[in-house]
């Protein structure tokens, strides 16, 4: 999903790159930002409010770009335009294998290579069929196109649109100097979402240009995304918000607990695949799961209930929902979400 950085994922970049918010607008990182939402039931909006902290939203290549940078600024050594075919074991070494005949050899590896990842694929061969399937089960398809700003001024704030399709819903987000409009939902409760978005942009009347697809984990998370020292982090690990689709913070999260577990490792002999899943059941599995079981919930009343009781249901979480995405609570409303923005560095 591209554009919008809700708080919980700045506040990481702020504890690892040292990079606040006044300095991600001055390098142009951030180039937009919103204290205010809307949701609709289709193209009705039912509720609007401020928040006391912003939305803030990037350009999606602009801001890999920067971390790619950054990450090149500490001594990492980066091979760009080089593809990744296989992986071998030989002994206590793992192999990496290019496209271009190269092969590299590693003690540690981490899978940070997104939802068709090959290290994913070799770790959970076709021996490990159930896992497969409900892989696959767990993906969602999302459509997006871009329009000028100049074209429409209609929405300046964050806008989530609910009735378009199932276990899903669309968005529009402001940046700088265009909207991304989308649309995303589970393939298996839907049929042609690709129609319902071009409803959802015939309905408000919003002139597009191409039109780009992908798929998204959506609640499909793996629960032992590790096999010996080889580590699944991100979408390659399904670690995608089941609720809203947005994987950046927990990409960002899940590479800042796999860090840490491979650096005690080495340095204190740790079994890196205990304390890979031990962090993971601390800081990142309890928010997965509370937000899988709440999309069950709302999603299944979405589908069941007329669109007047569904307006009030959005009108009444609204608030606790979007808390829930920045990070400020827990999907469990009943708990803090110290979790989420507990350091694992101590």
């Known amino acids: 999903m591209e554009g919008c950085s809700p708080s919980r994922q700045l506040k990481i970049l702020e504890r690892i790159f040292e990079k606040d918010v006044r300095s991600l607008k001055t390098s142009g990182v951030i180039n937009f930002e919103a204290n205010s939402y809307e949701i609709y039931w289709k193209s009705e909006k039912v509720h609007e ?27 990492v050594t980066v091979l760009e335009g080089c593809k990744v075919i296989g992986l ?64 429409t001024n209609n929405f300046n704030s964050p806008s989530l649109f609910f009735g378009y399709v199932n276990s899903g819903y669309g968005w529009i987000f402001p940046n700088k100097d265009k909207l991304i409009a989308g649309i995303g939902a589970l393939v298996k409760k839907n049929e042609l979402i690709y129609n319902s978005f071009k409803e959802f942009l015939r309905d408000l009347a919003l002139n597009h240009d191409k039109i780009y697809a992908y798929s998204i984990p959506f609640g499909n998370f793996i629960t032992g995304p590790i096999m010996d020292r080889i580590l699944l982090i991100g979408d390659s690990a399904g670690f995608v918000d089941p609720f809203t689709g947005e994987g950046i913070f927990y990409a960002h999260r899940s590479a800042e ?3 840490y577990s491979i650096y005690e490792s080495i340095t204190r002999n740790e079994n890196v695949s205990n304390l890979y899943i031990q962090l993971l059941n601390k800081y990142l599995y309890p928010e997965l799961r509370h937000a899988k079981k709440l999309r069950s919930l709302i999603y299944s009343c979405a589908s069941h209930l007329n669109w007047r009781i569904n307006r009030l249901l959005l009108k009444r979480f609204a608030d606790k929902l979007i808390k829930a995405v920045h990070g400020a609570s827990s999907y469990n409303f009943l708990k803090s979400a110290s979790s989420l923005r507990d350091p694992v560095w101590k």
Not at 49 to 75: I, S
Not at 125 to 143: C, D, P
């Open 257 to 259: 607990i796999a860090a």
């Open 88 to 151: 071998r074991r030989d002994g206590e070494k793992i192999n990496v294998l290019t496209d271009e005949g190269g092969r590299f050899s590693c003690k540690y590896l981490v899978g940070a290579d997104g939802v068709t990842s090959v290290v994913r694929k070799y770790i959970f061969s076709k021996s490990h069929r159930k896992l497969n399937n409900e892989w696959k089960k767990g993906l969602a398809v999302a459509f997006e196109t871009f329009l000028k700003r100049e074209k």
């Open 49 to 75: 409010d401020r928040m006391p902290y912003p939305f803030y939203f990037t350009d999606r290549l602009y801001y890999d770009h920067f971390l790619l940078e950054e990450v090149k600024a500490t001594g």
